[in-house]
Nanobody
Framework: QVQLVESGGGSVQAGGSLTLSCVAS??????LGWFRQSPGNKREGVAA????????YYAESVKGRFTISRDSAENTVFLQMNRLKPEDTAMYYC????????????????????WGQGAQVTVSS
């Protein structure tokens, strides 16, 4: 049974940093990703990592500021967020996929099979 448990959410001022973590138990799939959703908006992909080669993929809005990575045991995924902006405020979810997405598909929520409970990130100006 695949389970994803997130931690590390909180409140920071603009320009600050925050790191989210997600323990993905019993996962042997292909992609681990981070998504976010704010009130009135659809869920959007933020970053993803290919577990076999550690290839990464980022949304343009976070490229250069956020970094996705995994631990040596390959059971935990991290999202390091730097130079945070108020528009980064959202509920963040980690997710796992057993599919083989390419390009823009990598950040589509429908590609992912398992989801965490979400962690709130609030960035004030």
């Amino acid at each position: 049974q695949v389970q994803l448990v997130e931690s590390g959410g909180g409140s920071v001022q603009a320009g600050g940093s925050l790191t989210l973590s997600c323990v993905a138990s019993e996962y042997r799939g292909n992609w681990l990703g981070w998504f976010r959703q704010s009130p009135g908006n659809k869920r959007e992909g933020v970053a993803a990592i290919y577990t076999r080669l550690n290839t990464t993929y980022y949304a343009e809005s976070v490229k250069g500021r956020f970094t996705i990575s995994r631990d040596s045991a390959e059971n935990t995924v991290f999202l390091q967020m730097n130079r945070l902006k108020p528009e980064d405020t959202a509920m963040y979810y980690c997710a796992a996929s057993t599919g083989y997405p390419y390009g823009q598909q990598i950040l589509l929520p429908r590609v992912y099979d398992f989801w965490g409970q979400g962690a709130q990130v609030t960035v004030s100006s």
